[in-house]
């Protein structure tokens, strides 16, 4: 017996056995993930499905639809997103799967695990783990397959971190030490505010798409799961990495930033990165994961970037449902328009 779950009706026990055990648990897949996008509820609006297979819960999805105050930018942007993929139970059937599916991206208005799904463009998930033996269940509930990159650090130990750490990132590491920047593994308030700044002048000025707003970053500054890991100089910030935790199992670095270039022998964002991934193998989580590194056809200089790292390209790809194509097409003009300006 197969029966749909919201988010009042998920057993909180048996969603936390299931990030326990599965292999394909991520921090953006837990209640805690849920109730952190749910405290934004000016910028999201949160969702959670589960679907019970025999009464047991077989699987979970947790996402965010964006939410814009400008009516126009509303229309066009609104967009849901699902970090991680799906958190599922090995053994879920594949009829379990589509019906979880079915309800995020239904064919009908009437499901009645719609109502907050109507609104976005698109549906997304941005895979961590390789979901390649349900690629047809996906395909067939209306999600499309799309090849994107993305790297894995094993930090199992320190010993390994290091013999697989690029030669030229050791020495960036080693001379920005050298040269006065310090790692801040508990920065205060004013110092996350200094880093917003820098981080949101990096959006507007290179990556020209929208950054979460200041109470985004000072709400997870204070939650149990968020990391902030900041690079300082002289009394003052400039980089650092923010970063959430799967205890005992996985970092994610979700933003990273530096005012990279400014001074010869200090690299910001590098110190930033690998004082993440030193972090992760001194908590007992054995793998840092970058959060994505681009699609495999075309150049990213992220990917170079976080390729010097000693990380396993992986490609876990991401799935797509697009409910309103000819939107979804004038978005991803605008875009391309936004970024060549």
Known sequence: MIQLLTYPDIDPQQWQALVNHSPYATWFQTPEAYEFYASLPEEMMPFALGIEENGHLAGVIVGY??????PIKQLLTCRSIIIGGPLLDEHISDEALSALLGAVA????LSPFASRLMKPIYIETRNFHDYSRWKEVFQYSGFAYQP???FHVDTSSMELVESRLGKNRKRDIKTSLRDGAMIIEHPTIEQVRSYYALLK???TTKIKTPLFSWDFFEKLHAHPNGRFILVELNGEIIGGTVCVVLPNKCIYEWFVCGRDGEWKSIFPSSLATYAGIRYAAEHGCSRFDMMGAGKPDEAYGVRDFKARFGGELVEHGRFLCVRKPLLYW????????????
Request: charged share 30%; aromatic share 4%; hydrophobic share 30%.
């Open 65 to 70: 639809t964006t939410q814009e105050k400008n």
């Open 106 to 109: 239904p064919a009908s208005r």
């Open 330 to 341: 004038i978005g991803k003009m605008g875009v391309k328009l936004l970024k060549k300006r």
């Open 148 to 150: 994107h990159l993305n």
């Open 201 to 203: 002048h990096l959006y």
